[in-house]
């Protein structure tokens, strides 16, 4: 990466406690480069206006920004039409919307639908809630060993009564990257839709989610240099057709009355009920903007060599446990140090202005099924250097054991 890249994210200029900073918590959310930030300030300085309600000029120059938003977005994925390209406040919220507006519909008491066990709680509760009320089974594919999925193990576990699968393009607490693909290829020869929460991919490797086989896409704005509470779900556009929106309002319909008719809008209008994100939105096209400029070839080289040195810097560390057996490409990795708490670790790097994640990831069923209360995670972009890694890794050799096992559960709440 160009070493003017540094430069372009205002926040990296500061010490923490004394250091210089070393911000290692990318996959928690990244920071934003200037040209983000100016992207989101022109906006309110020049064009703010709500969209698609009013004729007059501004509204129209609003309206303008947002569609082309979404049409950076589109390109971006290579989703076939913009209209595949729904905004909402993240990750979360995408998954949420799938499952409450298209899952619901087709599931019903007996029926399956099959996750990862490796998921976030993003990814896992929104399906856990629909097959509680439905009578539906959750169908967890288990993990092996090193806490890595297959392909196989994926489909074997899908039956005739499978309604939907949903599962991670990369894991949130072990980088892994998962065979989206072939999982893919299995859903779809089933007849299955499939659901990718691309939170932990989009800004770490080019994602085309025609070649990937998705019919749905989710991730988050904020974790791809973006601004906060803007997200995206992509969906395949007969899929989209047969979806309910989660919220009813202002801004999805065409034709309403008090009691008879009521005429909605098309997607992805349909699902953006209310004032949407539009800043965010602006903001979103310019992180895109930016992360295109870069290259995705380039951007996910430079983060898989970050990551790849920081495990063996680990690995070559006495006592020092690092999660997975895959060679870590996904742009972060998780560890820990026996003998310290997550917690200790987590606090003595802060103290040297090493930023990292500790706890359980929202993932507390996967982390709960490596046997340990937690791990301390590592999580790169593009203006991470090998020298912040060897920073890293220099300070874990030296964290002292504090007064927290590996075995003591009392802090875990805290990390949620
Ligand atoms: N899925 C994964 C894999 C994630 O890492 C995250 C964020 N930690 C989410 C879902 C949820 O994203 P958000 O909080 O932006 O909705």
């Known amino acids: 990466m160009t070493s003017d890249v540094r430069d372009h994210f205002p926040v990296l200029a500061q010490q923490v406690e004394g250091h210089a900073l070393a911000y290692l918590d990318n996959a928690a959310t990244t920071q934003k480069p200037r040209q983000v930030l100016d992207a989101v300030v022109r906006y309110y300085s020049e064009s703010n206006a709500n969209v698609g309600r009013s004729v007059h000029a501004m509204s129209m120059r609003a309206t303008d920004a947002y569609e082309a938003a979404r049409e950076t977005v589109r390109a971006f994925v290579n989703a076939a039409d913009a209209a595949e390209i729904v905004f909402t406040k993240g990750t979360t919220e995408s998954v949420n919307l799938v499952a409450e507006g298209f899952a619901a519909q087709m599931v019903s008491a007996g029926d399956e639908i099959v996750v990862s066990g490796m998921e976030h709680h993003s990814n896992l509760l929104p399906w856990r809630r629909l097959c509680e009320r439905k009578g539906a089974v959750l169908r967890v594919v288990p993990t092996d060993a090193d806490g890595e999925l297959s392909a196989e193990a994926f489909a074997g576990h899908l039956t005739p009564r499978t309604r939907f699968a949903a599962v991670a393009h990369v894991s949130n607490v072990q980088g892994t990257v998962n065979p989206v693909r072939e999982i893919a290829a299995a859903t779809r020869a089933r007849g299955v839709p499939l659901l990718v929460d691309g939170a932990q991919a989009v800004a770490h490797r080019p994602v085309d989610v025609q070649a990937l086989g998705a019919d749905f896409y989710c991730f988050s704005g904020h974790k791809m240099y973006g601004p906060m509470g803007i997200g995206v779900l992509y969906?395949?556009?007969?899929?989209?057709?047969?979806?309910?929106?989660l919220l009813v309002g202002g801004g999805m319909v065409k034709e309403v009355t008090v009691e008879g008719p009521l005429a909605v809008a098309k997607a992805p209008t349909l699902f953006e009920g209310g004032t949407p994100n539009i800043a965010g939105a602006v903001g979103l096209a310019a992180a895109v903007e930016y992360l295109s400029a870069l290259g995705m070839d380039r951007v996910r080289d430079h983060d898989a060599e970050l990551t790849a040195r920081a495990a063996a810097g680990l690995r070559a560390?006495?006592?020092?446990?690092?999660?997975?057996?895959?060679?870590?490409?996904?742009?972060?990795?998780?560890?820990?140090?026996?003998?310290?708490?997550?917690?200790?670790?987590?606090?003595?790097?802060?103290?040297?202005?090493?930023?990292?994640?500790?706890?359980?990831?929202?993932?507390?069923?996967?982390?709960?099924?490596?046997?340990?209360?937690?791990?301390?995670?590592?999580?790169?972009?593009?203006?991470?250097?090998?020298?912040?890694?060897?920073r890293?890794?220099?300070?874990?050799?030296?964290?002292?054991?504090?007064?927290?096992?590996?075995?003591?559960?009392?802090?875990?709440f805290l990390s949620l």
């Open 317 to 390: 560390l006495d006592g020092v446990r690092v999660f997975g057996a895959q060679q870590p490409s996904g742009g972060l990795i998780s560890f820990g140090v026996d003998g310290l708490h997550p917690y200790d670790v987590g606090n003595h790097l802060s103290a040297h202005g090493v930023m990292v994640r500790t706890g359980v990831h929202c993932a507390m069923p996967f982390v709960d099924s490596l046997g340990v209360v937690g791990t301390v995670r590592a999580s790169f972009g593009v203006y991470n250097t090998p020298e912040e890694v060897d």
């Open 392 to 412: 890293l890794v220099e300070r874990v050799a030296t964290a002292e054991k504090g007064f927290w096992s590996n075995e003591h559960p009392t802090q875990r």
């Open 235 to 245: 969906g395949r556009a007969e899929l989209l057709e047969r979806m309910d929106p």
